[in-house]
């Protein structure tokens, strides 16, 4: 019992020992990327370090560099062993380390819907191996490069940023995801409720009408499953009413446009029916007298 006892002690201090060399090893990755990218500012790249990952309290990105070339988002992997791509998969000590390129592709799918809609584009996704001199390779969405070769890489994207925009956005990204909350992952149309609102404009969100207590829709259901209790008149006496008051009410809506009418239709009458009417009249012909005999 003791000895079974003092083997699971042992088990989990070679666990905690283990995760301790692991963040240890992940924290000087992150450190020696940081390195890296900090030889960058002089080609009007900016870093941000150790931020939020939109949609994911319990989650980070390592870091995000922004720039000419584009919004970076950069996962940093301190592995050891044999890191190598082959047949289009990056594998480790013979490993498929697939589940890491697609990670940092849904790290920067996250990014991407925080900033404005004219740069998601311009958002792109890059594992970076710390202790590996890989040459940069695209599996998937992910570039992979060594970290030997990541500032040539960033500086070889192709111009997609302006000076004032890189500096736009990368003001917004520090604020964004280095509060003390993880943002959420926006849709398009939160994106364009934003954009309007820092623009300036007002954006009102349309209130659903309340319903009245008591009356869930449940509730209305059952009750239509139910008896029916005949409150009003039968259907064939409603039909019937409407059967009377449908002519009368035309009546009364022709009665009342031909009074209307009839000032705008005299003159008319006058001239159109007035001349038919006095040709339809038998002239008079005088009566001739008779002429006396002499």
Not at 47 to 59: I, M, N, S, T
Request: include cysteine.
């Amino acid at each position: 019992m003791g000895h079974g006892a003092d083997a699971a002690v042992d088990e989990q201090l070679r666990q905690a020992e283990r995760r301790l060399r692991t963040y240890s090893q992940g924290a000087e990755g992150e450190r020696l990327v940081a390195q890296a990218l900090g030889f960058l500012e002089r080609y009007g790249w900016v870093a941000l370090h150790d931020v939020h990952w939109p949609g994911r309290p319990k989650a980070n990105i390592d870091h995000i560099a922004v720039g000419p070339g584009g919004i970076v988002v950069i996962d940093a992997k301190n592995w050891t062993g044999d890191v190598v791509v082959r047949d289009g998969v990056l594998r480790q000590n013979g490993y498929s380390r697939e589940r890491e390129t697609t990670s940092a592709a849904t790290a920067t799918s996250a990014v991407a819907s925080r900033v404005a809609a004219m740069h998601r584009s311009a958002v792109v996704p890059v594992l970076c191996l710390v202790a590996q001199d890989v040459e940069p390779v695209v599996l998937g969405q992910t570039t992979v490069v060594g970290r030997s070769g990541l500032a040539a890489h960033l500086v070889s994207l192709p111009v997609r940023l302006t000076a004032y925009e890189v500096a736009d956005v990368a003001r917004f990204l520090a604020s964004d995801l280095g509060g003390p909350r993880s943002p959420e992952v926006l849709t398009s149309a939160d994106l364009a409720t934003q954009t309007l609102a820092r623009a300036g404009f007002t954006v009102t969100t349309p209130v659903a009408p309340r319903r009245v207590p008591g009356r869930s829709r449940a509730t209305s259901t059952v009750r239509q499953q139910g008896p029916r209790t005949r409150t009003s008149a039968p259907t064939s006496t409603r039909r019937g009413k409407r059967q009377r008051v449908g002519p009368l009410l035309l009546r009364l809506t022709l009665g009342i446009a031909l009074v209307l009418s009839l000032p705008y239709s005299l003159p008319w009458l006058a001239e159109t029916v007035g001349p038919v009417l006095g040709s339809l009249v038998v002239p008079e012909v005088p009566t001739q007298q008779p002429t006396e005999q002499p």
